[in-house]
């Protein structure tokens, strides 16, 4: 019982002891990460499949606007999600119908970002060079006089 319960939880790596090379390690190696990464359920986000085959039931939302200022949102909440385009700048969010309560925050954060965005607006760089060109463009030149004293010495 003991000795199943250790075969099911370490991954049996055989390679020939005679032929152990440092590039047959690390096939092995990387293959046995493989199999690991596989075997682990995906986080955040996801294509519809993935999120179906692990997660159970799933809800979903209308999306208007950018995706990548959801996805920026949603990383910072931890939630499964996957994204459907219906159509040109339209998406339907579908989530795990167990972290609901996790996407209603992930969502009202979103949204209060998106109704911000106008106000908190930052003026691009270039915008700020182009007025601050102007700026100097409009003012009087005003040329400096110098008058200088030249004398020979004898």
Not at 12 to 26: D, E, F, P, Y
């Amino acid at each position: 019982m003991i000795d199943e319960e250790i075969s099911r939880s370490t991954i049996a790596i055989s390679v020939r002891a005679s032929k152990l090379t440092a590039r047959g390690l690390a096939y092995a190696l990387g293959e046995a990460a493989r199999k690991i990464r596989k075997a682990q359920a995906p986080q955040g986000k996801q294509t519809v499949k993935q999120l179906l085959r692990h997660g159970g039931e799933a809800s979903s939302i209308d999306l208007p606007g950018r995706m990548k200022d959801f996805d920026r949102v949603a990383r910072r909440w931890g939630v499964d999600y996957a994204i459907k385009r219906v159509e040109k700048g339209k998406y339907l969010l579908l989530f795990k119908a167990k972290q609901a309560d996790a996407i209603t925050g992930c969502f009202s954060e979103y949204s209060r970002r998106m109704m911000n965005r106008g106000r908190d607006r930052h003026i691009p760089l270039r915008e700020q060079l182009k007025r601050a060109q102007e700026l100097v463009r409009d003012q009087p030149r005003q040329k400096e006089r110098t008058k200088e004293a030249e004398r020979e010495e004898r």
